[in-house]
C-alpha cells in the first residue's frame, strides 16, 4: 500500500531528528550545537507540513509558494502562479509560514512554549550559519533548549498523528561525558554570544519560570546527572581507594561552597533571625489570646 503524503514527510521528519540526535551525541565534535540546531529545525520543519498535508487531504498545493507575475503593461497578474526554485521545482513555505497556516486555519493546536523553544533554535541555527560558532561556554545554555525541543517533538508526534517514539533513544547525552564543566561561564562570552545567552535566559523565565506555558511542554529542559549505588554488577564501579576500575571523581572547594555557600558566621546569624521571628510569632499569639 503506498504511503500517503503526509506519512512519508512524518518518517523523514523523525529521521531528520534521529540523525540531529545522533550527530549530537557523538564522542568527539567541534560543531555540535550548530550541526543538531539545523537539523532539528529541519525536522521541525517536516512535522509541521506533514500536519498541514494531514489536515488538507494530502493536497501538496497547500504547501507552495504562489506569487502574481508582472505583465507587459507593467501590472500584476490576476492569477496566482507557483513560484519556482532554480531547478524548476516549486517552493514551499518556511516552517514560520507553515506555522501560521495551522493555527490561522485551525489545523491544530500549538503551545506557545513549542513556539518559544522554536524561535529560540531558530537564533542559534542563524547566528550559527551567518554570524559566528558557538563557544563551549554556551553549550549548557544550548543542550537544555535541544532537550526540550526533542520532548516537544515526541509530545506532538504522539497527539497528532498518534505515532510513539518510545522505540527510540531521543535524548541528548548529557555534556558532564564530553566536558569538564557543569555551568555556562558569561565572563568568557563574547558580546555576540552574550546577547544569545540573554535572549535564551529571557525565554526560560516568561516560559518555563512565568507560568505561561502548560506542563506538557517547555522552552528549554535542564538536565542533571546523579551517581546511584547499584547492586548490578553492569553498574559502573564507584570506589574509595585506588581501584584501577574505579570512576574518579573529583569534588573542588568551588563545589562545596555551590552547595552550602554559608560560612559560620551567616550561618549564625540566620539562625539568630529565625529565633527572633519564633519569639515574635510566639509573643503575638499570647497578645491576641489576651
Known amino acids: 500500500m503506498a504511503c500517503s503524503r ?109 513556539k518559544a523553544n522554536l524561535d529560540a533554535l531558530t537564533e542559534i541555527r542563524d547566528n550559527s550559519i551567518h554570524l559566528i560558532n558557538m563557544s563551549s561556554d554556551l553549550s549548557k545554555a544550548i543542550q537544555e533548549l535541544g532537550t526540550a525541543t526533542l520532548q516537544n517533538f515526541v509530545k506532538l508526534t504522539k497527539k497528532w498523528f498518534d505515532h510513539d517514539l518510545s522505540q527510540y533513544n531521543f535524548y541528548l547525552m548529557p555534556l558532564a561525558f564530553f566536558r569538564d564543566f557543569d555551568s555556562a561561564l558569561a565572563v568568557n562570552l563574547t558580546s555576540e554570544e552574550t546577547n544569545i545567552a540573554k535572549y535564551l535566559t529571557s525565554l526560560h523565565h516568561s516560559y518555563d519560570k512565568g507560568g505561561k506555558n502548560e506542563d506538557e511542554y517547555a522552552v528549554t529542559l535542564e538536565l542533571n546527572v546523579r551517581l546511584k549505588r547499584s547492586a548490578l554488577s553492569t553498574a559502573a564501579r564507584l570506589a574509595l581507594g585506588d581501584d584501577p576500575d574505579a570512576i574518579p571523581v573529583t569534588l573542588t572547594e568551588e563545589d562545596i561552597r555551590s552547595l552550602y555557600p554559608w560560612d559560620y558566621k551567616e550561618l549564625t546569624e540566620r539562625l539568630q533571625d529565625s529565633r527572633s521571628i519564633i519569639l515574635f510569632e510566639k509573643n503575638l499569639r499570647k497578645i491576641n489570646d489576651m
Open 6 to 114: 503526509s506519512s512519508a514527510l512524518l518518517h523523514t521528519a523523525i529521521s531528520a531528528m534521529i540523525t540531529a540526535i545522533e550527530t549530537y551525541n557523538k564522542p568527539d565534535h567541534k560543531y555540535r550545537e550548530e550541526t543538531f540546531s539545523i537539523l532539528a529545525l529541519n525536522a521541525w520543519e517536516l512535522l509541521l507540513k506533514a500536519k498541514v498535508l494531514k489536515e488538507k487531504d494530502n493536497d501538496i498545493r497547500e504547501l507552495y509558494i504562489y506569487e502574481r507575475r508582472t505583465l507587459k503593461n507593467g501590472t500584476k497578474s490576476k492569477r496566482r502562479y507557483i513560484k519556482r526554485n532554480r531547478t524548476g521545482n516549486p517552493m514551499t513555505i518556511s516552517m514560520g509560514k507553515t506555522l501560521v497556516l495551522i493555527e490561522n486555519e485551525g489545523l491544530g493546536n500549538i503551545d506557545q512554549a513549542v
